[in-house]
């Protein structure tokens, strides 16, 4: 799909695999870097959702 959008076939395999990954937890990170790194607490896909439904 990716090479079929104009991607060269290196780069898919590589967003391909990664995206994999993803999905297995290899971005899982429970040590609050990406807080850190954005100046604010997380917050859950929970939370989002009951906040956006609420208005």
């Known amino acids: ?3 079929g959008a104009g991607l060269p076939a290196d780069l ?5 695999d990664a995206d994999a990954a993803a999905s297995h937890g ?4 429970d040590g609050g870097a990406l807080g ?7 917050k859950s896909m929970q939370s ?5 439904l609420r208005g």
């Open 1 to 3: 799909m990716l090479t």
């Open 12 to 16: 898919a395999a590589l967003l391909a």
């Open 26 to 29: 290899a971005l899982f990170d």
């Open 36 to 42: 850190r790194l954005i100046g604010r607490p997380t």
């Open 48 to 52: 989002l959702v009951a906040t956006a």
